[in-house]
């Protein structure tokens, strides 16, 4: 059966516009943070996806930067509450990983919110130690997966 989304990269300033539009609606707005806090240093040279639904609405975003030669981070990774438990947030992540591996990156590091590491950890993940707690409220865990 056909999927009922699929996934891209923002490939022009309009689709950027929405893609951290729902970056900010879905990570940064529930804690009253300001537009503009959902990006930082690495946008220009990170991989961008984004997961849209048959009609075209935005349902998904995820981000990989590289840390180094051989490490990357996924960063911003979200799903529209409706699109969750659908399959949506494992094809985001499995096509984040396979960005990795074409950029022949050994590893995946991430900080995982505490409601999400579960999620994290049935995808091979390992959480290493806590991390640190965002808005003074989302406690998140340092979490890595080998790339074979």
Do not use: N
Not at 100 to 120: G, T
């Amino acid at each position: 059966m056909k999927p009922d989304f699929h996934l891209s990269s923002p490939c022009d300033e309009a689709e950027l516009k929405h893609y951290f539009d729902l970056r900010w609606q879905l990570l940064r707005a529930p804690w009253d943070q300001p537009r503009g806090s959902e990006r930082d240093e690495f946008e220009d040279a990170a991989f961008h996806l984004q997961v849209q639904d048959r009609s075209g609405s935005l349902i998904g975003i995820g981000r990989l930067h590289r840390i180094d030669d051989t490490r990357g981070q996924i960063r911003y990774m979200a799903v529209v509450e409706a699109w969750r438990g659908r399959g949506v947030g494992t094809a985001l992540l499995e096509a984040l990983e396979q960005q990795a591996r074409d950029w022949s990156l050994d590893e995946i590091r991430l900080h995982a919110r505490q409601a999400a590491v579960d999620f994290y950890a049935h995808h091979g993940y390992s959480a290493v130690a806590p991390s640190h707690t965002l808005f003074g409220s989302i406690p998140h865990f340092l979490m890595r997966k080998p790339l074979p």
